[in-house]
């Protein structure tokens, strides 16, 4: 069995879409994010909304037109070459890789800093497990995840805003400079990518041409709203310099807002978002994984479908099993950064595929892919120069392994 099974629902695509963008941002991304900008916060997730709408465009209509597992990597393949197609599947895999081990070490940092590796280590064979059972039960597991934190994160807002405890900071001061703002949008991407896993998904979608748009856009939507309230609730009572410094900013929200009683939930919440977004992510990176081993670009032995569960069962053991090495060794902030400059590579490579899809199959107004690709390179390359140089030296080891398998095998992925 090589195919997999249409089971997803609207419903379905959305909780995947929310519990990978909202867990993933709220509590990891906004602390960096507000050291980059400071009092221009703000401004870069405008920043960041602008870039992630333009992707999400052309990447809903890509799928609608291309629903196979994959995404960007299907779409490269198809509307660009093969050599295109790959990079982006590289792209997708390395940086999601990082994104899942950051949001592994999040769970960990949140229940036991001192033991994070192991606990880390502990939810990624959880949810590696969960994941191997079938795609259903896991949009089931993330639905019931997106509502909790949903109601945790409406908790904590309502405490800062009516909370006693104010800092007196200016929402659209501009002393961080165009770059402090376009890293910041760089940084706060790392969770806006999180629609990507509706496209990846796409095989697995009922009426993909009328879902997937449909779920990219309510998806993303919702996100932008949490975002954008979450953000100013905290920066009342932390500003920019305190939530630049916070390890975990929400919690010292509701602590400055006069409810440490509060504290405790939004820890569990924390907890739980993270995970929600940790299973999301092998969803995709494992879609991904499996078109890339049908073209053979990775080993074809991962391109097995369970018989009985319907799923890339080889491709998220393997991606399980590189996670938690990475998880064991690695840094949060680190793996943002990275994994940001290779998901930005891989939408750059989606709004080149969307330029050429002419309106009559369904592609958007060229405007669209034209302010997403040039987006996401401005803003790649705006981010930390530590993770540029890290996510380069990483795209040019997968284009010379690439460049070596066409020599040695001329029609290997063609």
Not at 2 to 17: N, P, Q, T, Y
Not at 66 to 91: I, M
Not at 318 to 345: C, E, K, N, P, Q
Request: proline fraction near 6%; aromatic fraction near 6%; charged fraction near 10%.
């Amino acid at each position: 069995m090589s195919e997999l099974k249409r089971s997803l629902g609207l419903a379905d695509a959305v909780s995947i879409g929310l519990g990978s963008m909202i867990g993933a941002g709220i509590f990891v991304a906004l602390a960096p994010a507000a050291e980059a900008a400071g009092g221009a916060l703000l401004l870069a997730l405008a920043v960041a909304a602008v870039v992630a709408w333009a992707n999400a465009t052309s990447s809903a209509r890509l799928a609608a037109v291309l629903p196979s597992s994959g995404g960007t990597y299907v779409f490269g393949r198809e509307r660009l070459g093969p050599f295109w197609g790959y990079l982006a599947g590289w792209s997708f895999v390395v940086g999601k890789t990082a994104s899942c081990a950051a949001m592994a070490l999040t769970v960990g940092l949140y229940v036991s800093p001192p033991h994070a590796p192991a606990v880390a280590v502990a939810a990624v064979v959880l949810l590696t497990a969960v994941s191997y059972r079938g795609v259903q039960r896991s949009a089931r597991l993330t639905r019931v995840i997106v509502a909790v934190v949903l109601a945790v994160l409406a908790a904590v807002v309502v405490t800062t805003l009516v909370g006693t405890g104010a800092t007196p900071w200016e929402p659209m001061s501009l002393d961080a400079g165009a770059r402090g703002i376009l890293q910041a949008a760089g940084l706060l991407f790392f969770a806006f990518a999180g629609y990507a896993r509706i496209a990846t998904l796409g095989e697995e979608v009922r009426d993909p041409a009328r879902t997937i748009p449909r779920a990219v856009t309510i998806s993303l939507a919702v996100t932008l709203v949490v975002y954008a309230v979450v953000a100013v609730a905290v920066l009342r009572v932390l500003g920019p310099d305190g939530l630049a410094t916070s390890d975990a900013p929400l919690v010292d929200a509701v602590r400055a807002a006069g409810a440490p009683g509060l504290a405790p939930v939004v820890q569990v919440g924390a907890v739980i978002a993270a995970l929600g977004s940790l299973l999301a992510l092998i969803l995709g990176v494992s879609r991904t994984t499996l078109a890339m081993a049908r073209d053979r670009h990775l080993p074809h032995a991962l391109a097995a479908v369970h018989p009985r569960f319907g799923v890339p069962h080889r491709a998220e053991l393997a991606v399980g099993l590189v996670v938690a090495v990475v998880a064991a060794t690695g840094d949060v902030r680190a793996a943002i950064g990275f994994s940001s400059f290779g998901v930005l590579v891989y939408y750059a490579i989606a709004n080149a595929s969307a330029w050429t899809l002419p309106r009559a199959q369904g592609g958007p107004p060229r405007v669209v892919p034209a302010v997403g690709l040039v987006g996401c390179l401005v803003v790649a390359f705006s981010l930390p120069v530590g993770s540029v140089v890290a996510g380069a030296a990483v795209l040019a080891a997968g284009a010379a392994w690439y460049g070596v398998r066409r020599l040695v095998r001329p029609r290997a992925g063609s």
